[in-house]
């Protein structure tokens, strides 16, 4: 049963951070490319960034690129988000999702989906 859960979203004001997590417990994501996505109200779903199986390729939307980090714990089988430099257009709710092997930043060809952290950037 493939089921993840997002975890660490709250209110930050710009120019702060948050790291986000997602975990799953009855499957090992490291057999998963594992994406971010976030939806801002009003706006389309976008990819945020990706890590493949084995973490050999890893992607980030233009709009986060060296502000974003993801990266994997196969220890504690989670998947995070580092965000860094946060700003107001940065709020979403972020969703983790999971495909087999290669990223992709089209939510359509995701497999599983979690049910999303919010991310608040204000003053």
């Known amino acids: 049963q493939v089921q993840l859960v997002e975890s660490g979203g709250g209110l930050v004001q710009p120019g702060g951070s948050l790291r986000l997590s997602c975990a799953a417990s009855?499957?090992?994501?490291?057999?998963?490319?594992i994406g971010w996505f976030r939806q801002a109200p009003g706006k389309e779903r976008e990819g945020v960034s990706c890590i493949s199986v084995g973490s050999g390729s890893i992607n980030y939307a233009d709009s986060v690129k060296g502000r974003f980090t993801i990266s994997r714990d196969s220890a504690k089988n989670t998947v995070y988000l580092q965000m860094n430099s946060l700003k107001p257009e940065d709020t979403a709710v972020y969703y983790c999702?999971?495909?087999?092997?290669?990223?992709?930043?089209?939510?359509?060809?995701?497999?599983?989906w979690g049910k999303g952290t919010l991310v608040t950037v204000s003053s």
């Open positions: 999702a999971a495909k087999p092997w290669r990223c992709s930043d089209d939510s359509n060809a995701m497999s599983y």
């Open positions: 009855k499957f090992t994501l490291d057999y998963y490319a």
